[in-house]
């Protein structure tokens, strides 16, 4: 019954059975890798929310802790009966990325003082309506952008125009009042963030670090082994999974960013500068590593399309770029201020790349060896080491190759001889003629000339 209901109708009768072609095990194989695929979307997507819950249920809790706050502080301080500036305020500042709440509060001010003043002007000059209310959106988007206003500007005016022509009501002085509210507001969020309920930057940071780290060690290493078995399908593949995970890496830049903001407002978290600060200095070189081996993985592919050798140390070089990668994630995750295994790792890579180099290779051979020692300087910059140092190693570990790579020797070509004019009918013998000091002809030696 069971083999009745096979994907493909009557092939799961055929598995195990003596004298079955090759053809047919290998199209059993496949179906049986394209059912697996079809399983996986779903686990996947259960992982990806469960890891999205982890990143934003802190954040969500500092939301709910800075709006009760907000509302009330706004209640006492304007006496206003319904201070919805406040809260809106106080969401907007958390809502927004992780290391820009500072910037994002000043953008929210800005934009609530244009909403109010345009909006408050037109109200007073025309009334409101559904029409005004039109109108209002549009001139306040005009003035934020005269102004050379971000996009939350722009926003937050245009939303202001319309809570204070819907929401609150007419009267005099309101623009102070709701001024005053959205201060309150982001003062309570930035209070919230950084002094009540901060989060723990090493935490943050190594959350957003690991996907981004172990997709590029994960492709580094499916590389390898698609060199090694000469298989572009999946150097490919590999490709296309670094260019999907840039959005690791744009997440991994924002908690950077993060880290860098609680630490400088937070005094709770201070104490965790020292450690903090080494992820900070390793986010630029980071960056340009996962570009970087994304350009070695593109120009395997082109290697393994176009035939040229792959020697035992090109293989062994891109893996161990790759075991890097996790060396410094877990040294970085326990605190480590020196990175040595990270760095003797890399190191190794340089080497193998050496021997490789060594060996001769074609024209994508030769950038992908280069790619590997470009990185590898990445690697070693992101471990705290100078741009100095970190050239200085890779020229060490890789060695002098120069003597060891065969070149390819390449034939003599003569140049060619003018030809020499013969005498003119009537001048002087040869012998009578005065020799003009051009240097020593060249020499003939088996009708070839040499020089």
């Given amino acids: 019954m069971a083999q009745a209901r096979s994907v493909v109708p009557g092939l799961a009768t055929h598995v195990g059975r003596p004298g079955i072609s090759d053809a047919r095990r290998r199209d059993e194989e496949r179906v049986a890798q394209l059912v697996r695929r079809l399983s996986r979307p779903?686990?996947?997507?259960?992982?990806?929310?469960?890891?999205?819950?982890?990143?934003?249920?802190?954040?969500?809790?500092?939301?709910?802790?800075?709006?009760?706050?907000?509302?009330?502080?706004?209640?006492w301080l304007?006496?206003?009966?319904?201070?919805?500036?406040?809260?809106?305020?106080?969401?907007?500042?958390i809502a927004s990325s992780t290391g820009r709440r500072l910037r994002r509060s000043i953008e929210l001010i800005v934009g609530i003082v244009l909403g109010i003043a345009v909006g408050n002007a037109f109200v007073e000059a025309v009334g409101?309506?559904?029409?005004?209310?039109?109108?209002?959106?549009?001139?306040?988007?005009?003035?934020?952008?005269s102004v050379g206003g971000s996009v939350p500007v722009v926003n937050q005016a245009a939303s202001t125009a319309v809570l204070l022509v819907a929401v609150t009501p007419q009267g005099r002085n309101i623009e102070v009042s709701?001024?005053?509210?959205?201060?309150?507001?982001?003062?309570?969020?930035?209070?919230?963030?950084?002094?009540?309920?901060?989060?723990?930057?090493?935490?943050?940071?190594?959350?957003?670090?690991?996907?981004?780290?172990?997709?590029?060690s994960k492709q580094l290493c499916a590389t390898a082994k698609a060199l090694l078995d000469r298989n572009a399908k999946e150097a490919d593949q590999a490709l296309t999974a670094m260019r999907a995970g840039q959005r690791h890496l744009a997440l991994f830049g924002d908690a950077i960013d993060?880290?860098?903001?609680?630490?400088?407002?937070?005094?709770?978290?201070?104490?965790?500068?020292?450690?903090?600060?080494?992820?900070?200095?390793?986010?630029?070189?980071?960056?340009?590593?996962?570009?970087?081996?994304?350009?070695?993985?593109?120009?395997?592919?082109?290697?393994?399309?176009?035939?040229?050798?792959?020697?035992?140390?090109?293989?062994?070089?891109?893996?161990?770029?790759?075991?890097?990668?996790?060396?410094?994630?877990?040294?970085?995750?326990?605190?480590?201020?020196?990175?040595?295994?990270?760095?003797?790792?890399?190191?190794r890579a340089v080497a193998s790349a050496g021997r490789a180099y060594a060996t001769g290779l074609g024209l994508s051979g030769s950038v992908v060896i280069a790619q590997v020692r470009t990185t590898a300087s990445e690697v070693i910059r992101a471990t705290g080491l100078s741009q100095e140092q970190a050239n200085e190693l890779i020229r060490e570990a890789f060695g002098d190759r120069r003597q060891d790579r065969p070149h390819p020797r390449v034939p003599r070509v003569p140049l060619p001889q003018p030809e020499k004019p013969g005498p003119d009918p009537g001048s002087a013998p040869r012998g009578n003629r005065p020799r003009r000091d051009d240097g020593p002809e060249p020499q003939e030696h088996g009708g070839r000339p040499v020089g």
Avoid: C
């Fill in 42 to 75: 779903a686990a996947h997507r259960i992982q990806d929310r469960a890891y999205h819950l982890r990143r934003v249920y802190g954040v969500a809790l500092q939301a709910g802790m800075a709006v009760a706050i907000a509302w009330a502080g706004a209640l």
């Fill in 78 to 93: 304007t006496g206003a009966p319904s201070p919805v500036f406040a809260p809106t305020a106080a969401v907007a500042t």
């Fill in 128 to 145: 409101a309506g559904f029409w005004q209310m039109g109108a209002i959106v549009t001139l306040a988007i005009l003035a934020a952008v």
């Fill in 178 to 216: 709701r001024i005053m509210e959205a201060l309150i507001g982001g003062g309570a969020a930035l209070l919230v963030t950084s002094v009540l309920l901060p989060l723990n930057p090493l935490r943050l940071i190594n959350r957003s670090a690991a996907p981004a780290f172990d997709e590029v």
């Fill in 258 to 347: 993060g880290a860098k903001e609680a630490i400088t407002l937070s005094p709770v978290q201070r104490r965790r500068r020292d450690t903090v600060t080494h992820y900070i200095a390793a986010g630029d070189p980071v960056n340009r590593a996962f570009t970087n081996s994304s350009a070695l993985i593109r120009r395997a592919v082109t290697l393994i399309e176009d035939d040229e050798p792959v020697p035992p140390g090109m293989v062994d070089a891109v893996q161990e770029l790759g075991a890097s990668f996790r060396l410094l994630l877990r040294e970085f995750s326990v605190g480590r201020s020196e990175p040595q295994q990270a760095r003797e790792q890399v190191l």
